[in-house]
């Protein structure tokens, strides 16, 4: 019988009550080894009043309550990294170490949480006037959600609970009904750690739950990451009912490569941001620009790395790609290949129509590259999200950064070169919000926060870091007197109060 995954509401699992279901594909054999729960509105209500529950406990607990919790959770999350990613693997299709990769980043923000304490701390300014201090302060906002992605079920949402439970949030988690288990695992370890029933749950569904969340008069704050067309309706839907919103959209990160770069560390790095995860990363590197002529030496040096990509079962240790999420995406990336000829690319690498051996039913493709590729392109305009990356060229430097900058995305780009002036000009002009310098993935620690510019986020907050718990707290400043004992007041003053 195949397995149901259900809500968790009110620190227990709660079975679904929509009649509403949603199928689970292990995405290297193409079978539905899980069905999931698709939540209703009244569903989603019943999440969120058990999250404004418990803030009225929660909200008011001592930091040292709150991170006493966390670093079990941490420790409880570490003991089972291999288990968290084994569930990743059998919904996602990425291969394993590939999964424990994504843990350990979600962990990073985990351990930023535990550190909430200084990063909560005020300002107190005294003796603005005779007797007046002035302080600000940060307090949580109350009910809060996430709406993840299906890339990274466990990483994206540790992006966002730990944070904001840290800060004193409870929080209602809607993950991608394509690969829900690692989430719910998440919430039973954050439960087994001891974070009271209510804090963190869990709900499954489409766009009727994200409707309900966006509506919902009880949410105060909605993080999301998703695709660019997704994010600009969560923005804009979230906004109108007053919501606070970070909603980070989709990508088409560039890799500028300058004549002087060295040229098997870049192709190594082309070839790794471009197909790791099979490309199904809001930062992979999409498309290379050449500048000059080493162009056509690039493009042999990415081609015969890029052929020995193993592709097989992410179960496979040998395996160092994995299927795509499901059939209809595969075959959507396959379009984007064998449509570029006639768009005047040329196919170098072309993974269309590629099979695992004993795995035939299984979402797969293998490695693309197309060179040559012109701007106005759909390979070139389109997140594919996929394993195809494409490449550029540019005569000069300038001639580079100006197509970049052109392109309406603004997540992540890098730049290969050996010329230190060159690479700081690079960060300081080019129009993204993470740059790599001979770094083709750069990703921000978690002690720095994570965000794209122009159509890649939409919101004033980048994710985790210092924005991530701005994003979850609001400032209050203080203004007190204490007038002393032999100095009472007489009178009224009608006058604006004298600072000096």
């Known amino acids: 019988m195949t397995r149901t995954v259900h809500h968790w509401i009110g620190g227990k699992t709660v079975e679904g009550t929509s009649g509403e279901f949603g199928p689970v594909t292990d995405p290297a054999t193409g079978e539905v080894t899980t069905r999931v729960a698709l939540a209703s509105a009244e569903e989603v209500d019943a999440a969120v009043t058990a999250a404004k529950a418990a803030f009225a406990t929660w909200g008011l607990s001592s930091l040292s309550t709150r991170t006493s919790v966390l670093f079990r959770y941490r420790a409880l999350l570490d003991a089972h990294r291999d288990e968290i990613a084994a569930l990743i693997?059998?919904?996602?299709?990425?291969?394993?170490?590939?999964?424990?990769?994504e843990v350990a980043r979600g962990l990073e923000i985990v351990e930023l949480a535990c550190g909430i304490t200084t990063?909560?701390?005020?300002?107190?300014?005294t003796q603005v006037s005779g007797g007046v201090d002035v302080s600000s302060i940060r307090q949580p906002l109350g009910v809060v959600a996430g709406i993840t992605p299906?890339?990274?079920?466990?990483?994206?949402?540790?992006?966002?609970f730990p944070l904001a439970v840290a800060c004193g949030n409870t929080f209602v988690l809607k993950p991608s009904e394509k690969d829900p288990s690692a989430s719910v695992l998440l919430a039973e370890l954050a439960a087994e750690a001891g974070l009271p029933d209510g804090v963190l749950n869990?709900?499954?569904?489409?766009?009727?739950?994200?409707?309900a969340l966006l509506s919902h008069p009880d949410v105060a704050a909605v993080s999301f990451v998703g695709s660019t067309p997704i994010a600009r309706y969560i923005h804009a839907t979230a906004s109108a009912n007053g919501k606070r919103v970070q909603a980070l959209g989709g990508a088409k990160n560039h890799m500028l490569v300058l004549p002087d770069a060295d040229l098997d560390a870049a192709a190594d790095a082309a070839v790794s941001a471009a197909y790791g995860s099979a490309g199904e990363r809001c930062m992979a590197i999409s498309a290379v620009v050449a500048v000059g002529a080493i162009g056509d030496e690039l493009v042999a040096r990415i081609k015969e790395r890029a052929q020995k990509i193993k592709i097989g079962p992410g179960t496979d240790p040998d395996s160092e790609m994995g299927p795509l999420i499901t059939a209809a995406h595969r075959d959507k990336v396959a379009s984007y290949v064998t449509g570029a000829a006639a768009q005047g690319a040329e196919v170098v690498l072309d993974g269309t129509g590629h099979t695992v051996e004993g795995f035939e039913d299984g979402h797969w493709i293998g490695i693309s590259l197309l060179d040559r590729v012109s701007t106005d392109s759909d390979a070139y305009r389109d997140e594919i999200f996929g394993p195809v990356l494409v490449v550029l060229r540019a005569g000069t430097y300038e001639e580079g950064v100006a197509l970049m900058n052109a392109s309406p995305y603004g997540n992540g780009t890098a730049i290969f070169t050996r010329d230190g002036g060159v690479a700081r000009r690079f960060q300081l002009e080019i129009q993204a919000g993470m740059v790599g310098v001979n770094v083709p993935i750069p990703v921000p620690v978690g002690y720095h926060s994570f965000g794209g510019w122009k159509d890649s986020l939409f919101g004033d907050h980048h994710i985790?870091?210092?924005?991530?718990?701005?994003?979850?707290?609001?400032?209050?400043?203080?203004?007190?007197?204490?007038p002393d004992p032999a100095d009472a007041p007489s009178g009224v003053d009608l006058g604006f109060p004298r600072n000096h």
């Open 119 to 125: 990063q909560l701390k005020g300002e107190l300014s």
């Open 89 to 101: 693997t059998a919904e996602h299709g990425k291969v394993h170490s590939d999964a424990l990769g």
């Open 464 to 482: 985790y870091g210092n924005d991530g718990v701005h994003f979850y707290t609001r400032g209050k400043v203080v203004t007190t007197r204490w």
């Open 150 to 160: 299906f890339n990274f079920p466990a990483m994206v949402p540790m992006w966002m």
């Open 202 to 211: 869990v709900v499954h569904g489409d766009k009727i739950a994200v409707d």
